[in-house]
């Protein structure tokens, strides 16, 4: 039985790249694999709002953040680092690594004759490949990427590039709640999501269909900025902020669209659990992920990026039109099967162990 180790910087167990990593983990362990998760910079003790399978393994490595630290200082630190991670891999011995930081370089895995590859999370635009992360980076046997649309770019710095979409684990499908005039958004309240345009496109809105709201589930440095934006706008009943929740199936079942409006994503896993439950979604139709998930006019609108007035215009044409949005909920809930546990563990599977057929 192989071990498969995946590394992460900081392990919060709450965001887009955690849940990437439950989903991954979940199902090499369902495949016969042992798989540890390992947390460079633990800020508390591994625990995650996902259903992590209970047979994989959390561990942490008491490393220090070294990004504000001079180069030798670094350096210096990191080597102290790589001791106790050459006696992690000896202890559990490790057959490969999936790795979802850029701390420890690949080739110091590879001089441990580990096969190794970096895992991107997110599209090519949203890093900053100075001269230190790039160091950071070589020497992997494959560098993960979410989107073929960038592969020209991310080629002119690494080789070995794979396209991996991110996998959907099926969520509970709720039966027992109906669908109400909701608009539902989701993410971290950062600037990168694009919540501030969001409520701008959604306030026209707010007079036309006085009996629809906008919610927007997550937590973040912006929540006090876009909750003063809802008041001084009068639409608090309109236009509301809640709380990240355990239970967003219910969240997902009740809602009649969802919406995205970040500037950068890789591949965005709340519109696939979105359209699994049938929820039509718009986005803007930013440079990778977005248009790698909707087929406009098919199972969802995609408006050009920074359009905010075809965005309001789009959220009208659904929020207008129940038959419409049943139709495109249909085809939502069918589209999503592309990114099935089968069809993208069957990827993985040829990284770890090249002789797996599909």
């Known amino acids: 039985m192989k071990t498969i180790l995946l590394t992460i910087n900081f392990w919060n167990g709450v965001g887009g790249v955690e849940r990437v990593i439950v989903n991954l983990a979940n199902t090499l362990v369902k495949r016969g ?27 942490f490595l008491a490393a220090v953040d070294t990004r504000s630290f001079s180069f ?42 580990l096969t190794t590859c970096n895992l991107f999370h997110s599209c090519y ?54 669908k109400s005039n909701k608009v539902i958004a989701i993410g971290h309240l950062i600037a990168n999501k694009g919540f501030e345009r969001l409520i701008r496109c959604y306030l026209p809105l707010t007079e036309k269909f006085p009996n ?11 929540e006090k900025k876009l909750q003063t934006l809802i008041s001084k706008n009068g ?22 669209i969802c919406v995205l409006s970040s500037y950068l994503e890789g591949f965005p896993m709340i519109l696939v659990e979105a359209m699994s439950f049938g929820v039509p979604c718009v986005a803007f139709d930013i440079t990778t ?3 790698d998930i909707i087929q406009d006019g098919h199972n969802g609108l995609l408006v050009p990026n920074g359009d905010e007035v075809a965005m309001t215009h789009a959220l009208a ?20 099967e592309r990114f099935s546990e089968d069809a993208i563990i069957n990827k993985w599977l040829q990284l770890i162990n090249p002789k797996i057929d599909e």
Do not use: C
Not at 212 to 222: K, M, P, R, S, T
Not at 244 to 250: D, F
Not at 318 to 328: E, G, P, S, V
């Open 125 to 178: 635009d949203y890093f900053s490949f100075t001269l230190r992360k790039r160091i950071n980076l070589w020497g992997a046997n494959y560098n993960v990427i979410l989107s073929s649309k960038e592969l020209a770019r991310w080629q002119r710095i690494f080789a070995h590039i794979v396209v991996i979409p991110n996998m959907f684990t099926p969520l509970k499908q709720v039966h027992d709640i109906k």
């Open 212 to 222: 629809w709201q906008l919610v927007i589930i997550g937590a973040g440095e912006d």
């Open 72 to 113: 030798w200082k670094a350096l210096l630190a990191k080597i102290k680092v790589f001791f106790a991670l050459r006696k992690f891999i000896q202890q559990h011995q490790i057959d490969f690594v999936i790795k979802n930081e850029f701390f420890i370089p690949p080739l110091f895995f590879r001089l441990n004759r």
């Open 317 to 336: 044409r659904l929020m207008n039109d129940l038959q419409l949005r049943q139709t495109m909920g249909q085809q939502a809930r069918l589209s999503v």
């Open 235 to 256: 639409v608090e009943q309109q236009i509301m902020i809640q709380p990240p929740t355990n239970n967003i199936e219910e969240q997902y079942a009740a809602s009649s």
């Open 289 to 291: 992920g977005p248009n």
């Open 33 to 59: 694999f042992r798989v540890i998760i390992l947390s460079l910079f633990p800020d508390r003790i591994l625990t995650t709002q996902y259903a992590l399978d209970e047979r994989v393994e959390k561990h």
